[in-house]
């Protein structure tokens, strides 16, 4: 089973479109927390062998996103 490795990549790609849409977002590990509970995992029709390896909450940013920091040209040097 390859999920563990293939999710976040698609959490990355999800999150990446998100922005170019102006829609905020963020991997929240402890999204998996209420998926302990059986009666959580019941109203959610979860079946005992399904997991969830990738929760994201997407919402607009009430104040827009903040500017970039600026930072320095990097320092190259050839050998």
């Not at 999710?7 to 999204?31: D, E, K, T």
């Not at 062998?49 to 997407?58: C, M, N, Q, S, Y």
């Amino acid at each position: 089973m390859t999920a563990p490795l293939d999710c976040p990549m698609a959490c990355q790609n999800i999150m990446l479109s998100a922005r170019s849409l102006g829609i905020g977002s963020c991997w929240v590990h402890i999204g998996q927390l209420p998926l302990d509970d059986a009666s959580v995992r019941e109203a959610l029709g979860m079946q005992e062998d399904e997991k969830v390896f990738g929760p994201i909450l997407l919402g607009y940013p009430k104040d827009g996103f903040p500017e970039a920091p600026q930072r320095n040209a990097p320092q190259v040097k050839w050998l």
